[in-house]
Each structure stands twice: as structure tokens, then as C-alpha cells.
Nanobody, 128 residues
Framework: QVQLVESGGGLVQAGDSLRLSCAAS????????MGWFREAPGKEREFVAGITYSGGTTGIRDSVKGRFTISRNNAKNTVYLQMNSLKPEDTAVYYC?????????????????????WGQGTQVTVSS
């Protein structure tokens, strides 16, 4: 079993920054790729950013490119999502997820069903 716990969400104004954290336990965290997804009210869960076991980016959503950065610290079993220049359309519940392999490639990185474990989510609300 794997436990993923997100933190760092909150209510901010447009243009502000937040850093989300996802702490993992229960499995060798450093052996698996990770991803961040988000789900806004009335919308499907969507891929935001992904990272390989060693820290390479597997992909990032076009709408957040240049504003969001994914990173990880394997010594701390934690993956991060740095979010800058936040916009109201970034408002959503953000989830971290553990992929079933060390790497992912192509469209498989962007599909929620390819991820084995999920956190409970953290709410990010951006006011205009």
C-alpha cells in the first residue's frame, strides 16, 4: 500500500504563487514516476504535470507551461508542484498520483487510469 498526502493548497488572488507538496509513504517512492492532476467542479480530472523517478519531466499541460513546475526530493519522499502567476481558471482540487513504473512516455502519462495510487486532494482557489 501507498499513502499520498497533499498539502499547500489555499485561497489566493490572481497572480499569486503556491507550492503544493505530496508526501509519500509505504513504498519505495524513488522507484516510481509521479503526476499531478486537477479536477474543477463539473469537469473531468485532468493531467497537470508529471515527473520520472529521477526527476525528469514527463509532460506538462499547455495551459500551465511557463507558470507551473514539478519537482521531487526522493530523500524526503516528496513531490512538489510550484504554481506561479495563478489564474482563476487554475481553481480546482489538486491530486498527486503514483505511476506504476519508473518512467512513462507519450499519452500514457496523461491518463488517470495509468496511476495506481492517489492522494485525497488539496483545494486551490484563485480569486480574480
Amino acid at each position: 500500500q501507498v499513502q499520498l498526502v497533499e498539502s499547500g493548497g489555499g485561497l489566493v488572488q490572481a497572480g499569486d504563487s503556491l507550492r503544493l507538496s505530496c508526501a509519500a509513504s509505504g513504498r519505495t517512492f524513488s522507484s516510481y514516476a509521479m503526476g499531478w492532476f486537477r479536477e474543477a467542479p463539473g469537469k473531468e480530472r485532468e493531467f497537470v504535470a508529471g515527473i520520472t523517478y529521477s526527476g525528469g519531466t514527463t509532460g506538462i499541460r499547455d495551459s500551465v507551461k511557463g507558470r507551473f513546475t514539478i519537482s521531487r526530493n526522493n530523500a524526503k519522499n516528496t513531490v512538489y508542484l510550484q504554481m506561479n502567476s495563478l489564474k482563476p481558471e487554475d481553481t480546482a482540487v489538486y491530486y498527486c498520483a503514483l505511476y506504476h513504473q519508473a518512467y512513462c512516455s507519450g499519452s500514457g502519462c496523461y491518463v488517470a487510469n495509468e496511476y495506481d495510487y492517489w492522494g485525497q486532494g488539496t483545494q486551490v482557489t484563485v480569486s480574480s
